[in-house]
């Protein structure tokens, strides 16, 4: 009974910036399946449902038996990973051809969308963390489901409501940009990365709109089109820039203590790769299929490394508080 009370209280303990553990690995499946690594993503995604259950029922267990912490955690920035995270596993499901069941969590992130991002952009303030962007990423993840949705499912409606979805997140990057504490490049414990990642996702968001297009759903005319392309790559390469500027930081000042903010790391990683795949497909720039995979391989070396560190301070807090 010592342990199952141990585990408690340090699950008890867990701020919400956990949810970005589920992104993480559900964002490493998806690139490792772009890769071609099949297995290895599979593996993935079942390490990321079985953290985003927990995390939901967590979720469900404080909204209803502690509804004044739950307010209080559901005002932060991180709180909107529930969207993101629900978004991506809702991504996976489709690309392997569960329609139903990503569908499903398309519908469940919708509906918390909406009430935890006023909660949240209500909330910010001056100087933030990176952790600010997050309201970019969460929509920015409902338009990723809903265009591959409408992709698989030939649903011009839906490819519709994600493109409007699409330029509401960029306003919200946009909108976040003030908020952004520019010295957390160089100090942030991890989380400053995701000023990069919501960049990445908006890329992998617009490549996703494009590849959604065909003669049956006919989407974009010639003009949509081309602004699309344009600024998907535009928004690719800004990734990209923020990728080489975050790393280079890392370099510089070298911040290898375990936190666990550090899963907002492993995510704009792993988005940046799929989107980097993603855009090479759907502008049919091949050239750009190979630093894709290399940049996989570089986010599950990241990931391996958060999880050991995860495990670790697991195992150490769990024997203090036992």
């Not at 952790?131 to 490819?159: D, K, N, P, Y």
């Not at 994600?162 to 990057?173: E, Q, T």
């Not at 699309?228 to 930081?249: E, F, G, K, N, Q």
Request: some cysteine; proline content about 4%.
């Amino acid at each position: 009974m010592s342990g199952i009370s141990s585990v408690r209280a340090w699950w008890a303990r867990r701020p919400p910036a956990a949810g970005a553990a589920v992104t993480a690995t559900g964002i490493v499946s998806v690139g490792l399946q772009q890769a071609g690594a099949e297995t290895l993503s599979r593996v993935a995604l079942v390490l990321a449902c079985a953290a985003w259950v927990g995390l939901a029922a967590d979720f469900v267990v404080r909204l209803l038996a502690d509804r004044r912490r739950w307010l209080t955690e559901a005002r932060k920035p991180s709180a909107l990973t529930a969207v993101a995270a629900t978004s991506v596993l809702g991504t996976r499901f489709s690309l392997l051809g569960r329609q139903p069941l990503a569908e499903a969590l398309l519908a469940l992130a919708t509906l918390l969308w909406p009430p935890l991002l006023v909660l949240v952009v209500r909330h910010w303030k001056k100087r933030m963390p990176g952790s600010v962007f997050l309201g970019c990423v969460a929509t920015e993840g409902l338009t990723v489901l809903g265009a591959t949705l409408a992709a698989a499912l030939g649903t011009a409606w839906l490819a519709h409501l994600a493109l409007v979805l699409f330029w509401l997140g960029l306003a919200l990057y946009g909108l976040a940009v003030p908020h952004f504490a520019g010295r957390q490049v160089v100090v942030g414990p991890g989380d400053q990365w995701v000023a990069g990642g919501a960049l990445a996702i908006s890329a992998l968001a617009g490549a996703e709109l494009l590849a959604a297009d065909s003669a049956r759903p006919y989407l974009w005319n010639d003009d949509d089109q081309g602004v699309l392309r344009t600024v998907t790559v535009a928004l690719l390469v800004l990734a990209l820039a923020w990728y080489a500027v975050l790393l280079a930081a890392e370099v510089a000042r070298p911040r290898l203590r375990y936190d666990e903010r550090r899963w907002a790391t492993v995510f704009p990683m792993g988005m940046t790769a799929a989107a980097v795949l993603s855009v090479a497909t759907a502008v049919g720039v091949p050239l750009l299929t190979w630093p894709g995979r290399v940049l996989v391989w570089i986010a599950v070396a990241a990931w391996l490394a958060v999880a050991a560190g995860a495990a670790v301070t697991a195992r150490a807090a769990l024997g203090t508080a036992s």
